[in-house]
Antibody, heavy 115, light 106 residues
Framework: QVQLQESGPGLVKPSETLSLTCSVSGVSISGFWWSWIRQSPAKGLEWIGYIYYSGSTKYNPSLKSRVTMSVDTSMNQFSLNVRSVTEADTAIYYC?????????WGQGILVTVSS | DIQMTQSPSTLSASVGDRVTITCRASQSVSNWLAWYQQKPGQAPKLLIYRASSLKSGVPSRFSGSGSGTEFTLTISTLQPDDFATYYCQQYDTYVTFGQGTKVEIK
């Protein structure tokens, strides 16, 4: 049974970079797409993008200029960086297995952007 | 961007009722449509993909239909565990979600 666990700082200052990691267990990261989605009261569920185990990516056009995703197959994990954050980036961030559609989700991590 | 619009936003129903939620896309998404269930404090859970395919392990009282721009999620006989918020999601062109439909106890 696949399990995903998000980790990273719960508080990030405005203009800094938000960095999260998703640790995957129960399945090899190889051979699959892996997604990041966020949820906030203001925007609801918002797709950030997904990455293939080989490193190919597809990002939300509205976030593309600030987002980078990467994969570490040796650690069976993948990561998200969002640069130049503002309070509008405050949300619960989820990682998930699959891209179209994301099928198994982590429990989520609340990230607050505040000085 | 493809916009997804769900109706109603809130639905009051009783255990045993048949419930239908509608999702409309601003342009055709073929059958690249998924439905999720979310309960408070939990991540969304995939119920249906490709408009009408039930994910393994999901009860058969859930069903999906539609193609193009109009889709429905039906719960044939509402159970106590089904009170939750439901989201549609298109994955034809990038990925976008509907705003959600909360199914509450009448």
């Amino acid at each position: 049974q696949v399990q995903l666990q998000e980790s990273g700082p719960g508080l990030v200052k405005p203009s800094e970079t938000l960095s999260l990691t998703c640790s995957v267990s129960g399945v090899s990261i190889s051979g699959f797409w892996w997604s990041w989605i966020r949820q906030s009261p203001a925007k609801g569920l918002e797709w950030i993008g997904y990455i293939y185990y080989s490193g190919s990516t597809k990002y939300n056009p509205s976030l593309k200029s600030r987002v980078t995703m990467s994969v570490d197959t040796s650690m069976n994990q993948f990561s998200l960086n969002v640069r130049s954050v503002t309070e509008a980036d405050t949300a619960i961030y989820y990682c998930a297995k699959g891209g179209e559609p994301p099928e198994d989700w982590g429990q989520g991590i609340l990230v607050t952007v505040s000085s | 961007d493809i916009q997804m619009t769900q109706s109603p936003s809130t639905l009051s129903a009783s255990v045993g009722d048949r419930v239908t939620i509608t999702c409309r896309a601003s342009q055709s998404v073929s059958n690249w449509l998924a439905w999720y269930q979310q309960k408070p404090g939990q991540a969304p859970k995939l119920l249906i993909y490709r408009a009408s395919s039930l994910k393994s392990g999901v009860p058969s009282r859930f069903s999906g239909s539609g193609s193009g721009t109009e889709f429905t999620l039906t719960i044939s006989t509402l159970q106590p565990d089904d009170f939750a918020t439901y989201y549609c999601q298109q994955y034809d062109t990038y990925v976008t979600f509907g705003q959600g439909t909360k199914v509450e106890i009448k």
